[in-house]
């Protein structure tokens, strides 16, 4: 079984702060992997896209990737009530474009 | 462009009704995905077709769904017949071929009674 996980949350963070958010993915020959945020009632919209080992840094965004420790993450610094948002993670499990989803993580930004 | 067009946007219907969903892709996109959301399950990749072929249907949940892509620009799917258990959102999304960036449309929130 090909999974994806990320904690629930919700992820409580004050305005300012840097939130961090974590996916681990179980399938060690993934290539591509995806940050989505979804706003309550919305689709999912990307934010960040990754496939080399590093930082990958689009403005407040940064997406961190660690293939040998099967980890992603995506850092948002100065968080903004705006941000207030599920964070789903998405990995192309590497046959033909069969992307598998995270749960999400809940993130909640406090003014 | 017009983004992925989906519709209905909101369905109700009672249990053992036909229920067909609508996606129109972005012009240029050649690779199309159906995904179902539920709280419990989270975003679940249903089926997905490339120049109009179906290519992984392995996450079908059984025999009452079907998709279809007559042409690049249209694709459905289909419940026939309809459960509570179906009750979802259901999000189309297109790419390029050659890219993976996906793109959702507005989704379709369906509610079985």
């Known amino acids: 079984q090909k999974e994806v996980e990320q904690n629930s949350g919700p992820l409580s963070v004050p305005e300012g702060a840097i939130a961090s958010l974590n996916c681990t993915y179980s399938?060690?020959?993934?290539?591509?992997f995806f940050w989505y945020r979804q706003y309550s009632g919305k689709s999912p919209e990307l934010i960040m896209s990754?496939?080399?080992?590093g930082d990958k840094e689009d403005g407040r965004f940064t997406a961190q990737l660690n293939k040998a420790s099967q980890y992603v993450s995506l850092l948002i610094r100065d968080s903004q009530p705006s941000d207030s948002a599920t964070y789903l993670c998405a990995v192309n499990m590497n046959y033909g474009q069969n992307f598998v989803f995270g749960p999400g993580t809940r993130l909640s930004v406090l003014p | 462009d017009a983004g992925v067009i989906q519709s209905p946007r909101h369905e109700v219907t009672e249990m053992g009704q036909e229920v067909t969903l609508r996606c129109k892709p972005i012009s240029g996109h050649n690779s199309l995905f159906w995904y179902r959301q539920t709280m419990m399950r989270g975003l679940e990749l249903l089926i997905y077709?490339?120049?109009?072929?179906?290519?992984?249907d392995s996450g079908m949940p059984e025999d009452r769904f079907s998709a279809k892509m007559p042409n690049a620009s249209f694709s459905t799917l289909k419940i026939q017949p309809s459960e509570p258990r179906d009750s979802a959102v259901y999000f189309c999304?297109?790419?390029?071929?050659?890219?993976?960036?996906?793109?959702f449309g507005p989704g379709t929130r369906l509610l079985v009674l």
């Open positions: 077709f490339n120049n109009n072929v179906p290519i992984d």
């Open positions: 399938d060690r020959v993934s290539q591509s």
């Open positions: 990754i496939y080399s080992n």
């Open positions: 999304a297109t790419c390029r071929d050659n890219q993976e960036t996906q793109y």
